[in-house]
């Protein structure tokens, strides 16, 4: 019985080995610019969108799978093998494209940062200093180990949206239906969401 549950707890461990950086993975769109677009979609047209959810998992499962088997049999990044196939130039353009759309996010996640700290009186001129200055030292002091625990524990209060899921009481039938009912509208916001 002890062998058992010491293999139990093996077992368990490397689970959650595993499931912590697909986890973290997995909830990086909840960011400031997401949570706006899923709100103003979900207000404008319901429940219609939802069968796009399952594609969209599908296709992001297959794009980590490819790229981490990549990265493993290679040894090498996303980026070397791009400038392997593809030459310098495009590579370029690629990485300086990778750059602005980075940047983009980033001032959205500060704007973000900005706008809900100041729903509780916290004035933007604080608040976003205080935060690019806790994310600096993430990145120079922190190591991979204490980075990934900061993020899992961050993860935690993601749990709040399954909350609010059920606070809302929405109407449970109909969102199953339009999970795999799919609906296409020919609305430019529809498809630009």
């Not at 493993?72 to 791009?82: C, F, R």
């Not at 370029?92 to 990778?98: D, E, K, V």
Request: charged share 15%; net charge positive; glycine share 8%.
């Amino acid at each position: 019985m002890l062998k058992l549950l010491s293999r139990f707890r093996y077992h368990l461990a490397v689970f959650f080995a595993v499931l912590g950086p697909g986890f973290i993975t997995a909830v990086v769109d909840n960011d400031a610019g997401g949570i706006l677009t899923y709100s103003q979609a979900g207000a404008k047209y319901g429940y219609l969108p939802l069968w796009t959810l399952l594609p969209i998992t599908v296709v992001l499962i297959i794009a980590q799978e490819m790229c981490s088997r990549m990265g493993a049999v290679t040894g090498k990044g996303l980026s070397d093998l791009i400038r392997e196939e593809f030459g310098l130039r495009i590579t370029f353009l690629l990485m300086a494209l990778l750059v602005v759309v980075n940047l983009t996010n980033v001032m959205s996640e500060f704007a973000g940062i900005a706008g809900s700290l100041e729903l509780f009186g916290i004035s933007k001129y604080i608040s976003v200093p205080l935060a690019a200055l806790a994310v600096w030292l993430l990145v120079v002091k922190g190591n991979y180990a204490s980075v990934e625990k900061i993020f899992l524990f961050a993860c935690v209060f993601y749990i709040t949206y399954v909350i609010s899921g059920f606070l809302v009481k929405p109407d449970w039938k109909e969102a199953a239906l339009y999970t795999v009912k799919p609906v296409l509208l020919l609305d430019s916001g529809y498809i630009y969401m």
